[in-house]
């Protein structure tokens, strides 16, 4: 049977941050990075079919998962999810770790690993290759977005159950199978008054005032040294317009994509197989 996690707390900067480790002692040391709006139980099904000799670290982004929200006055920005990935990578006393990140996670495990070099392996990115990006001229447009969501405030919406939460999951992810949404919607909420309700805070939801346009993205992208591998779903997002290509070619050390059957999650579609690439590309020892 595979061990159980235990549950960490992590200051980030006075922010508690809730962590699940698999294997303290163990090497390599490989954190998981969740998507947006997700939460670190989302690895579940791929830790399963992972080297019990692994220490794994599961993250829960702040106010997402059981990590704690910001104050009601604070707005969250990208920017801070590096500061989240920042706190975990020192919590675990080792030098480096490798680095599994799906969608947002894998945005932030780039940026991250450009930033802190020394600090990372290697990357897998999972259904990610960066964020919107476009024009510098979006700068404008996403200013003026952030402060119009300031003036609308978060609507967290209550579910008579966790199989109508997970019925919603579907209704924003087609492609995300019923027993993927249940799993992400057990794990993903909480009882309320009326039901239950997704345990992110619906801040996030309002629009960042910064974002990199697809310049900065590039150069962003090229300085990452580490060795990456790129794993998409055969009908999750489509890398096949102009600036994907521009975005693949930047990332120097990246493999060739593996493709496999499934959508956006493929991660908790084929979590054997995904098991499996983690298992080919991160080396035993470290």
Same mark, same amino acid.
């Given at each position: 049977m595979p061990s159980s996690f235990e549950a960490l707390t992590v200051d980030a900067h006075?922010?508690? /941050?809730?962590?699940?480790?698999? =294997?303290? %002692?163990?090497? !390599?040391?490989?954190?998981?990075?969740?998507?947006?709006?997700?939460?670190?139980?989302? @690895?579940?099904?791929? *830790?399963?079919?992972? !080297?019990?000799?692994? $220490?794994?670290? /599961? #993250?829960? @982004?702040?106010?997402?998962?059981?990590?704690?929200?910001? !104050? $009601?006055?604070?707005n969250y920005q990208f920017a801070d999810y590096l500061?989240?990935?920042?706190?975990?990578?020192?919590?675990?006393? &080792?030098?480096?770790?490798?680095? &599994?990140g799906h969608s947002l996670g894998g945005i932030v495990a780039t940026a991250y690993a450009a930033a802190r070099p020394s600090r990372v392996l290697s990357i897998t990115l999972i259904e990610s290759l960066g964020p919107t990006g476009g024009p510098p001229e979006n700068a404008l447009?996403?200013?003026?977005? @952030?402060?119009?969501?300031?003036?609308?405030?978060? =609507?967290?919406? $209550?579910?008579? =159950? &966790?199989? %109508?939460?997970a019925a919603r999951l579907r209704e924003n992810n087609p492609? #995300?199978?019923?027993?993927? %949404?249940?799993? #992400? *919607?057990r794990h993903g909420t909480e009882p309320v008054e009326e039901g239950v309700a997704f345990t992110f805070d619906p801040a996030h939801r309002r629009r960042f005032a910064f974002g990199y346009d697809d310049a900065?993205?590039?150069?962003?992208?090229? %300085?990452?040294?580490?060795?990456?591998?790129?794993?998409?779903?055969?009908?999750?997002? $489509? @890398?096949?317009?102009?600036?994907?290509r521009a975005r693949l070619a930047a990332l120097r050390q990246l493999r060739p994509p593996l493709t496999l059957p499934g959508g956006h999650h493929v991660h908790l579609e084929q979590p054997e197989a995904v098991a499996r690439a983690l298992g080919q590309f991160i080396p035993p020892t470290r």
């Open positions: 006075g922010l508690a /941050l809730h962590v699940r480790q698999r =294997n303290a %002692a163990g090497t !390599p040391a490989v954190v998981f990075l969740h998507g947006w709006l997700d939460h670190s139980h989302s @690895f579940d099904l791929v *830790a399963e079919h992972l !080297p019990e000799s692994w $220490r794994l670290l /599961l #993250l829960d @982004f702040r106010g997402m998962g059981r990590s704690a929200w910001l !104050p $009601r006055h604070a500061v989240d990935v920042e706190a975990v990578v020192r919590a675990t006393g &080792v030098e480096a770790v490798h680095l &599994v447009v996403r200013l003026s977005g @952030f402060l119009e969501d300031l003036e609308r405030a978060p =609507n967290r919406k $209550r579910y008579p =159950n &966790v199989e %109508a939460a492609s #995300l199978p019923e027993h993927a %949404a249940l799993h #992400l *919607a900065q993205w590039l150069a962003i992208s090229s %300085a990452v040294t580490c060795p990456m591998q790129l794993i998409l779903g055969s009908e999750g997002f $489509r @890398f096949d317009d102009e600036r994907s």
